[in-house]
């Protein structure tokens, strides 16, 4: 696994710019603070625990962030992931750089008068003044420490996003050293006429899986895309003896909640099926 950490104080546009990673550099985008906003909605026992803290703007104990990030990680083996919301101070750091390596930490900087304002114009019910403001504060107390700590080994990249979002995340390619080239690892299946699609390997329940996402506004041939994988499924037996399954979603489904039932109704059947 590949690991990068993006960074920058709420309404700093790091989520956006780390999306884009996501769909034209086919990095695994994982936001903490979107998988807990996902728990509250759906009222799962961690949602239940963390709604109290969530809505005065507090963060999430460290105990329920290392479980919650042991258990997506372990998923993630062989992808390139660019996470977004942790750690968020030195204790979890200390946690954080005991068990994973990380590639770079991307600083995403922004006024905060900015920041605000974009955060009051996205609407979110979260997004009062004071919790805007302990928000704020908690970052430039804690969440710089563990920038300067990455600082140290020289594996900070800084872009300035207050500007256009095009050149912001230009200069972030060329600062990662990225093919300007979307989604250069569909170069696993030999092939150039698939620009839009996105193909990640996962393991899931310690079976590999390979995802294959695409964009809903796609003019791609399913059929010969469909052919084009059945392929890479024969290739992969061949030369390891296991029939790999091949999952086709659509682009903008979330790699960090999938569950095995998803997986099992997106698998690509046999044409005999």
């Keep these: 696994m590949k690991l990068y950490l993006i960074m920058g104080i709420q309404g700093s546009g790091k989520s956006t710019l780390a999306k884009r990673l996501q769909k034209e550099h086919t990095f695994i985008h994982i936001s903490t603070g979107d998988v807990l906003r996902r728990h509250i909605d759906q009222e799962t026992p961690l ?12 963060m999430a104990s460290d105990e329920i962030m290392y479980g919650m990030l042991d258990d997506i990680l372990d998923g993630y083996i ?8 942790f750690p968020r101070n030195i204790e979890q750091l200390e946690w954080f750089a005991s068990k994973y390596s990380v590639e770079k930490c991307i600083h995403v900087e922004v006024p905060k008068s900015v920041a605000q304002d ?27 420490q563990v920038i300067n700590f990455y600082e140290e080994y020289k594996k900070v990249v ?14 972030l390619t060329e600062a990662l050293g990225l093919s300007t080239r979307k989604n250069t690892r569909l170069n696993e299946i030999d092939t150039e006429q698939w620009d839009d699609v996105q193909i ?3 393991n899931i329940c310690k079976n590999d899986v390979l995802i294959v996402r695409i964009p809903s506004d796609s003019s791609i041939q399913r059929g010969e895309l469909e052919k084009t994988l059945r392929n890479l499924q024969a290739v992969i037996n061949k030369n ?13 489904a979330d790699l960090s909640v999938l569950s095995i039932e998803q997986i099992e109704k997106a698998e690509l059947k046999k044409k005999d099926d």
């Design 47 to 58: 949602g239940l625990e963390y709604q109290k803290a969530y809505e005065k703007g507090i």
């Design 78 to 85: 062989d992808e390139t992931i660019v996470l977004d919301g």
């Design 118 to 144: 974009r955060m009051i114009q996205r609407g979110r019910a979260d997004d009062n003044p004071e919790a805007i403001l302990t928000r704020f504060e908690s970052f430039e107390s804690k969440t710089m």
């Design 158 to 171: 800084r872009v300035n996003n207050n500007r256009s979002i095009d050149s912001a995340f230009k200069d």
């Design 200 to 202: 990640h390997k996962l």
């Design 240 to 252: 390891t003896g296991v029939v790999i399954p091949i999952c086709m979603l659509p682009g903008e």
